[in-house]
């Protein structure tokens, strides 16, 4: 059988692993993949009471579909070097979820981890490598994206907002009153051409238009 492909993987590392290099985070940024590495877990208490060993939770994005082994092997050719290998690599998953949920859980603040009541790290210790940023893989569903749409409409009317520039201005400024950042509003419009285009039209008709009429007859 054909072994599973994505491009979206998530690793465990063991710093106190044999072979694990010093320059880690240096070689790690040459496979020249999107990476996000955890805050260093050491508080993680053992089933058994204790800690757990020391490690990290990461996250690679592949340039293309691959095997969790290929991710695997790739990540422990570049962390070992030709005088001693490194085995800090503990396993490579597929991402089967969502990338968000994941990301969450470098620091425990997924709902699950949070429930578990499970340490919090700092989200600021998180290390992205090759500008990864998680807005990118962040999904929206389409109820949120319908509300959404609708709130932009309704902005529109009621503010008379023109053309798709201005009211992507008022998101950036007023966005967070209405709980919509940059993400969830080009999530929103995308594919919704046609409907923007009819608010748009008529705003201008009913707000824009009727002042250049009365800035024509003034300078006439």
């Known amino acids: ?32 993949v999107p990476i996000a590495i955890s805050p260093l877990h050491d508080k993680d208490k053992a089933k058994g009471g204790g800690y757990k060993k020391r490690h990290y939770h990461g996250i690679y994005i592949a340039k293309n579909p ?3 082994e290929s991710v695997r092997n790739k990540l422990r050719a570049v962390l070992s070097s030709e005088q001693e290998e490194c085995k800090a690599v503990a396993w ?17 603040d997924s709902k699950d981890a949070i429930k578990k009541g499970k340490y919090r790290y700092d989200k600021k210790d998180i290390k992205h490598i090759n500008n990864f940023d998680i807005e990118r893989y962040i999904t929206v569903d ?9 709130i932009l409409i309704n902005l529109i009317r009621r503010y008379g907002i023109p053309n798709v520039i201005d009211l992507q201005d008022f998101i950036e400024a007023n966005g967070m009153d209405y709980g919509i950042d940059e993400n969830l509003f080009f999530a929103a419009i995308e594919n919704k051409t046609s ?3 009819l608010y748009f039209d008529a705003a201008y008709q009913k707000y824009v238009r009727p002042v250049e009429k009365n800035l024509n007859k003034e300078e006439d």
């Open 142 to 150: 389409v109820e949120t994206k319908n509300m959404t749409l609708r």
């Open 92 to 108: 490579v998953q597929i991402i089967h979820e969502n990338v968000e949920s994941v990301y969450l859980y470098l620091t425990h």
């Open 66 to 68: 691959v095997t969790s």
């Open 195 to 197: 409907i923007l285009k």
């Open 1 to 32: 059988m054909a072994k599973e492909k994505s491009r979206f993987f998530t690793f465990l590392l063991y710093p106190d692993g044999e072979g694990f290099p010093t320059d880690w985070e240096d070689r790690l940024e040459r496979i020249g």
